[in-house]
């Protein structure tokens, strides 16, 4: 079965850095998403990774490591607005434009 | 730029009766997806449409049923609804990699605003 598996909340302070992690076992791997989705509005892209390494956009970077099935999004200098749920999901079909499998989301927090 | 429209935003119902969700992808997309994220929930996906004929299908209910159009436009069909399916359904599009238009090569997928559907 698909297993993607993300800390539910997490917790950080205005101006830090917060590392959110990803784990996942799916029967086949394209490619795996972070989203960005506010309460009760629609997700939004953040980052795409289909090869080991380190994506980086502005303050926010993704890594992936395939071998381990794992995966993390890193915020830099956070800011109030940044309070949302972050949705980590594979594309775990080996081809494009199929459906996406989502891990539950981690509620970040960030105070002053 | 171009975003994936929804329409209706907020849709009442009552039990049994039935409701039709439509989704107007990004210009030139050709693949459109229906999700269902019920209250603090992830989205599950439920079926998706590549060039108008159906490409993968999720978690569907057998009273739900779907269509893409020649416009690329696309339809939710819901009949007997039930209190569960209280949810925020949203769709998404995304365009092959490769293809004229991509947005980044990668077949992302775009999210539109959703709808919010609440049975009673």
């Known amino acids: 079965g698909q297993n993607i598996d993300q800390p539910t909340e997490m917790t950080a302070t205005e101006g830090a850095i917060v590392q959110i992690n990803c784990t996942y076992q799916?029967?086949?791997?394209?490619?795996l998403f972070w989203y960005q989705q506010h309460a009760g509005e629609a997700p939004t892209f953040l980052s795409y990774n289909v090869l080991d390494g380190l994506e980086e956009k502005g303050r926010f970077s993704s890594f992936l490591s395939r071998s381990k099935g794992y995966s993390y999004l890193l915020l830099k200098e956070l800011q109030m607005k940044d309070s949302a749920s972050y949705l980590c999901a594979v594309r775990d079909k080996d081809s494009g434009n199929t459906p996406l499998v989502f891990g539950k989301g981690t509620r970040l927090s960030v105070i002053a | 730029a171009a975003g994936v429209i929804q329409s209706p935003r907020h849709l009442i119902k009552e039990k049994r009766e039935t409701a039709t969700l439509k989704c107007y992808p990004i210009p030139r997309h050709d693949t459109v997806y229906w999700y269902q994220q019920g209250p603090g929930q992830d989205p599950q996906f439920l079926i998706s449409f590549y060039e108008k004929m159906q490409s993968d299908k999720g978690s569907i209910p057998d009273r739900f049923s779907a269509q893409q159009f020649s416009d690329y436009h696309s339809e939710l069909n819901m009949s007997s609804l039930e209190l569960g399916d209280s949810a925020l359904y949203f769709c998404?599009?995304?365009?092959?990699?490769?293809?004229?238009?991509?947005?980044?090569?990668?077949?992302?997928?775009?999210f539109g605003p959703g709808t919010r559907l609440t049975v009673l």
């Open positions: 799916t029967s086949g791997f394209n490619g």
């Open positions: 998404a599009s995304s365009i092959l990699p490769g293809l004229a238009g991509e947005v980044d090569g990668t077949d992302t997928q775009y």
